[in-house]
Nanobody
Framework: QVQLVESGGGLVQPGGSLRLSCAASGFTFTAYFMNWVRQAPGKGPEWVSKIKFDGGTTWYSDSVKGRFTVSRDNAKNTLYLEMNSLKPEDTALYYC????????WGQGTQVTVSS
């Protein structure tokens, strides 16, 4: 069955960095766009970033553009999100999500930005 397992979250100070990973299994990874979506406490889901099948094209929300970088390693069936210059407002549960439109989500990894 489809599995998306996120990791790499944690507590970081403002201005710090984190790298999230998402291990995918149970489907043909190279056949799908992949996304990162986040949900802050008390708010609805917010789409963060998307990457094309071969990793050649990426998209970002305005709130993270220039600070976050999405990438994928198709040989390892893994999606990444490099997050730099983190702000308290980046605090959220970060989900890896499959497809365009999104049809499957992982369980999420918590990112907390606080001093």
């Amino acid at each position: 069955q489809v599995q998306l397992v996120e990791s790499g979250g944690g507590l970081v100070q403002p201005g710090g960095s984190l790298r999230l990973s998402c291990a995918a299994s149970g489907f043909t990874f190279t056949a799908y766009f992949m996304n990162w979506v986040r949900q802050a406490p008390g708010k609805g889901p917010e789409w963060v970033s998307k990457i094309k099948f071969d990793g050649g094209t990426t998209w970002y929300s305005d709130s993270v553009k220039g600070r976050f970088t999405v990438s994928r390693d198709n040989a390892k069936n893994t999606l990444y999100l490099e997050m730099n210059s983190l702000k308290p407002e980046d605090t959220a549960l970060y989900y890896c999500a499959r497809g365009r439109p999104i049809d499957y989500w992982g369980q999420g990894t918590q990112v907390t930005v606080s001093s």
